[in-house]
């Protein structure tokens, strides 16, 4: 992509250069060029898309979509008149999107939203939910979006970017991560797992360079499944389905119902402003 400015005349996106992307007819955008993908179909395929689908519709996770929707509200209204510009990037089937976008126009917070994920199967799920966002097809690493442009950028459970993300936020503009921490579904990797190895990951090392920390809570609740496909369905969204087999899988299906814990670290880090030798 040429990286100039595309004005959108119907359906249709065009730039200076005459490139041209059209709509597709569920109402998302293809950005995403031949050179950009590692595989001829990257990101989740349809089954994952499908499982993560009506695994996150049953609302287990509805209280990590509501506290962040509360972020959002709060910093829509810090900045004045509660518009501004969101992108959710790693958007997946668009089940925290559209929950974030109706909770603020519930409370007449109008912000431009846009969802990005390098699945065209996950953007087609997510066209099903909400017409009122902006969906993308496209590479996180090289996001279509004008530089310091976004007030916003929500990464869940996403791969962590940290200068493509500085590039495409104001300066103080909001990056907000949530990633998991050593306890989350940790009964479920007992079950799997005979070896587990505690995960220290920490971003803020990675971030350092572009960003600063604000604040990092941790929410944490369980949850219990009581049916075989729920939990299914929630082995398909995750790593685990491809890293155990069917007698391992069979077995955590008998423990049913299973009391799990959703356990993740949310971080609020603010975008550095450039060195002056930056400017």
């Not at 200076?16 to 597709?24: E, P, T």
């Not at 974030?100 to 007449?108: E, F, N, P, V, Y």
């Not at 299914?232 to 814990?261: G, Y």
Request: net charge neutral; charged share 20%; with cysteine.
């Amino acid at each position: 992509m040429c990286q100039q400015p595309l004005q959108q005349v119907d359906k249709v996106l065009r730039c200076a250069s005459n490139h041209c992307f059209d709509q597709a007819k569920q109402g998302y955008w293809n950005l995403l060029l031949v050179q950009q993908k590692k595989s001829r179909d990257p990101g989740d395929n349809p089954s994952m898309v499908e499982a993560r689908r009506q695994f996150l519709d049953l609302d287990h996770y509805r209280p990590l979509a509501d506290s962040i929707a509360a972020i959002l509200a709060q910093e829509l209204v810090g900045n004045g008149d509660g518009t501004g510009q969101i992108l959710d990037m790693g958007c997946g089937e668009g089940y925290y999107s559209d929950h974030w976008q109706k909770s603020l126009a519930q409370q007449q917070l109008q912000p431009g939203f846009i969802g990005l994920d390098i699945s065209k199967h996950a953007i087609k799920a997510a066209t099903r939910r909400n017409k009122n966002i902006t969906w993308l097809v496209a590479s996180g690493a090289r996001m279509p979006i004008a530089a310091a442009c976004l007030d916003v950028l929500t990464v869940v459970f996403s791969r962590l970017m940290p200068e493509p993300f500085s590039k495409v936020l104001k300066t103080d503009a909001l990056l907000l991560l949530v990633w998991p921490s050593s306890k989350h579904l940790l009964q479920l990797k007992q079950a799997l797992y005979s070896d587990l190895k505690e995960s220290q990951y920490d971003p803020q090392a990675e971030l350092e360079e572009y960003f600063s920390c604000q604040s990092q809570s941790l929410l944490e609740f369980d949850f219990v499944l009581h049916h075989e496909q729920h939990l299914t369905t929630l082995l398909q969204m995750t790593p685990h389905s491809q890293r155990v087999n069917e007698e391992q899988q069979s077995a955590i299906l008998k423990a049913l119902p299973i009391t799990l814990t959703f356990s993740v670290n949310i971080g609020l880090f603010r975008k550095r402003a450039p060195a002056k030798s930056d400017r």
